[in-house]
């Protein structure tokens, strides 16, 4: 067996017994993240074999500075989003399907359009055409490390970008003439300010992080797909939930979207 089937085994078998350790062992922690990529893709299908369904798309993590610092990562990742932990809001999901419960409040799209490589060219202002709708978001991050910002970006990688599940709020049609950069939102638990943030808190701008996945995935032989949902990083302070939460995240014209975590 070679060290990226070990590697995605062991995650695997992590993931099932909801096991957290330390670190991944030396004999199958991704030396790269390219071999972290490659990881990636063995653990995604293992779960698809046991969940079912399909990919609906990908999450961009670590795109926020604060979720850099806490991460200890100085470039974003990405992971995929899958069909069966993808929830229209509002969401009821158990606390104890997951080890951490880690609320993000994110900036959703839709893709249109097939986005073919172009040789790293995107930009947030050419992605648009290819996009058919935004969305309000909220993500839930979780993993089975100690201290996720002690193993490094490799590892990270490795656990679909530390990915649980994705909760979308309702499609907008009419998103173009918004500013992004600078779009407000809110986030609430139990319908109490806990949080504000906007878009300029992804890489300034969550439509250059949509052009950030649609330059980086072709280095590893993706592409962003018509149908694909793309979830851009946290846009606010995190939330860590725990059963009997309620969070709703308000991006004003955007919409709406919430999650209550129940026993």
Not at 75 to 102: M, N, Q
Not at 187 to 211: K, Q
Request: hydrophobic share 40%; proline share 5%; with cysteine.
């Amino acid at each position: 067996m070679d060290r990226v089937m070990a590697a995605a085994n062991y995650l695997f078998g992590m993931r099932q017994e909801k096991r957290q350790e330390s670190r991944l062992p030396a004999e199958v922690v991704p030396r790269s993240l390219e071999e972290a990529y490659q990881v990636q893709e063995q653990l995604v299908e293992q779960v698809l074999a046991r969940v079912g369904g399909q990919s609906a798309g990908y999450k961009a993590a670590a795109t926020n500075v604060l979720a850099q610092q806490l991460l200890a990562v100085d470039a974003p990742l990405y992971g995929r989003l899958l069909s069966a932990s993808c929830h229209p809001s509002p969401a009821t999901l158990s606390a104890s399907e997951f080890t951490v419960r880690c609320v993000e409040a994110e900036f959703g799209f839709e893709v249109g359009e097939d986005m073919p490589p172009n040789g790293g060219a995107y930009t947030a202002e050419s992605v648009k055409e290819y996009l058919s709708a935004a969305l309000p978001a909220l993500e839930i991050v979780d993993h089975r490390y100690h201290d996720w910002s002690q193993v490094g970006a490799p590892s990270l990688a490795a656990d679909n970008a530390i990915h649980g599940a994705w909760v979308e709020g309702e499609r907008s049609l009419d998103w173009r003439t918004l500013d992004f950069a600078h779009h407000p939102l809110t986030v609430l638990v139990h319908g109490a300010e806990y949080a504000h943030g906007s878009g300029g808190a992804v890489l300034g701008n969550p439509l250059a992080v949509v052009a950030w996945l649609a330059n980086e995935l072709p280095r590893y032989g993706h592409q962003l797909r018509r149908g694909d949902r793309i979830t851009t990083g946290t846009a606010a302070k995190v939330y860590f939930a725990k059963a009997g939460d309620h969070i709703r995240a308000d991006f004003g014209s955007l919409g709406q979207v919430e999650v209550t975590f129940i026993c």
